[in-house]
């Protein structure tokens, strides 16, 4: 007797188990391209323009320099003197640090640093937020 209750009965249908399919990867696998040239499966090429190089062509290069040289300014206007100077003085009067100055107007310390520098490229929102937070005109003063 089975310790199952009832008739015992067997289910004779087959099960069939499928090979998953073979991923991406695999199929570009060398020794899996080459098995299926061997047996006569359909292999796709595909040659992309300089794939895996580290060449540089001579002729593109050239000419997209040129064409960059031509259209862009060579150099971006940076911050005059003048505004340089009113920044510091006027911050200075407020004994204020570059630091406390970039918290008050919401933007890094190296942004103050560079208007103060004149490595940066006048941003009329930064200059307002300067304007606001130091009590000084510094827009009307920029590239002259």
């Not at 899996?32 to 499966?41: H, K």
């Not at 580290?54 to 593109?60: I, S």
């Not at 290069?61 to 064409?67: I, P, Q």
Request: hydrophobic letters at 35%; charged letters at 30%; aromatic letters at 2%.
């Amino acid at each position: 007797m089975s310790r199952f209750g009832g008739a015992v009965t067997q289910d004779w249908e087959p099960v069939v188990l499928h090979k998953s399919k073979p991923k991406a990867q695999e199929l570009r696998d060398p020794k899996a391209v080459n098995q299926a040239l061997r047996l006569g499966a359909p292999v796709q090429t595909i040659k992309k323009f300089d794939a895996g190089s580290n060449k540089k062509t001579a002729g593109l290069g050239l000419n997209t320099r040129k064409l960059d040289e031509g259209t862009e300014p060579v150099a971006l206007d940076r911050v005059s003197t003048d505004v340089r100077q009113a920044i510091q003085k006027a911050r200075l009067e407020k004994k204020m640090s570059q630091a406390e100055l970039a918290k008050l107007i919401n933007e890094q310390p190296k942004v103050v640093q560079e208007y103060e520098n004149g490595k940066a490229v006048p941003n009329q929102a930064v200059l307002a937020k300067m304007e606001r937070v130091l009590g000084v005109k510094l827009r009307g003063k920029i590239g002259k």
